[in-house]
């Protein structure tokens, strides 16, 4: 392993003012996506689809550092028979990878899921590596069940029979360094993704008290895996309320208690934190990113790995059309750049209202 290196490709992921494109929807999460806009999923739609992200150009070259792949689309050709992992190197971002091979029951924790895709790992990463992938993610996926306490309540050791428990939030920790010390003796930097859902009725507090625990379990088999943290990048979720929460918090709430909880857990080590977007709306996910960039004074760059809130609009002005791929484009450059913007401190929420 070259540590050098892959804290350079590590840095350059979070280079300021870019962020990641994360375009790794599975074959049934995609078709979900395109159910949503009347489109049939084939492998031709979903090519001529991420063709369009791919080709536009201004997003690409100046606000998108990465783009994370799926497997069906790493050995993808364009139309006119360009791979399109070379288009992707040719606009001046990375390629990276979705390893992981999505969640399964966890036995024993019923309502619980642990991420599966280690078996063969070691000989899939030497495949994409050398295809051009020069990162990888792994995303576990950690649940809040309803009702399990409220602020003062939740504390570790409440929880009783709650999810989630120590024991799901343990087997996908281990996982997820198991992931990333295949990945750097691979010489692939590892985006390390515990994600904990937004899904429940559950509020700020107990995002942050769960999000809390998740993260040190997280850091502390990654360093009992001897994994080299210079070399890996954090993809977390924010300190948010539930979606079915009455209770939403404001936008500077979510940026002080997410910065908050990050310097608690997260060692200086870590080049970068790059967030998921997790069902947010576009327009939330750019301004808590930008209210905490804002916030400043950090050890680590913070920028977006977004999926929906960063495609959400450009599969929308596509929808499956040829003669719609530049409005796709324009819509997908424009949440690039006001996502570019809030990786900076410098989005305001009137910059929106006049490109519409
Ligand atoms: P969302 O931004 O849609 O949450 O997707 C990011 C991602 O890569 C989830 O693994």
Redesign the pocket.
């Known amino acids: 392993m070259n540590l050098a290196d892959l804290n350079k490709v590590a840095l350059a992921m979070v280079t300021p003012g870019k962020g990641i494109l ?1 375009a ?1 929807e599975s074959s049934g999460t995609i078709k979900k996506r395109f159910d949503a806009i009347q489109v049939e999923s084939t492998e031709q739609s979903r090519r001529d689809y991420r063709e369009m992200l791919f080709r536009s150009q201004e997003a690409m070259s100046q606000y998108i550092s990465g783009v ?1 792949l799926y497997d069906e689309t790493i050995w993808q050709e364009a139309k006119d028979g360009t791979p399109l992992i070379r288009l992707i190197e040719q606009s001046g971002a990375i390629p990276g990878i979705k390893v992981d091979e999505g969640t399964q029951a966890l036995p024993g924790c019923p309502g619980e899921l642990v991420t599966a895709g280690l078996d063969k790992l070691a000989e899939r990463l030497k495949k994409y590596y050398e295809r051009g992938a020069r990162f990888a ?1 792994w ?1 576990a996926v950690i649940d809040i069940g309803p009702g399990t306490g409220g602020p003062g309540t939740s504390g570790p050791g409440t929880n009783g029979p709650g999810i989630p428990t120590m024991t799901a939030i343990h087997v996908n920790a281990h996982a997820l360094a198991r992931y990333a010390a295949l990945c750097q003796a691979a010489q692939i930097v590892p985006i390390v ?1 515990p ?1 904990v859902l937004m899904d429940g009725d559950h509020d700020i507090d107990r995002c942050y008290e769960v999000t809390q625990r998740v993260l040190d379990e997280t850091f502390r088999e990654l360093r009992v895996q001897r994994v080299e943290l210079e070399g890996m990048i954090l ?1 977390p979720n924010m300190a948010i309320a539930g979606k079915k929460c009455a209770k939403q918090a404001s936008v500077q709430e979510v940026a002080e208690k997410t910065i908050r909880l990050l310097k608690a857990c997260v060692p200086a080590a870590v080049p970068g934190i790059a967030f ?4 947010q709306s576009d327009e939330d ?1 750019t301004a808590h990113l930008s209210a905490m960039n804002r916030i400043g004074g950090l050890p680590w760059r913070l920028t977006f ?5 960063l495609q959400a609009a450009p599969q929308k002005a596509w929808s499956g059309k040829a003669e719609n791929v530049a409005a796709g484009q324009r819509a997908f450059t424009h949440r690039a750049r006001m996502n570019s913007l809030a990786s900076r401190g410098e989005w305001k929420a009137d910059l929106e209202k006049k490109a519409a």
Do not use: Q
């Open positions: 994360a790794d994370i993610k995303r993704e994600e993809k998921l977007s997790g069902g996910a790995s977004y999926g929906r809130a």
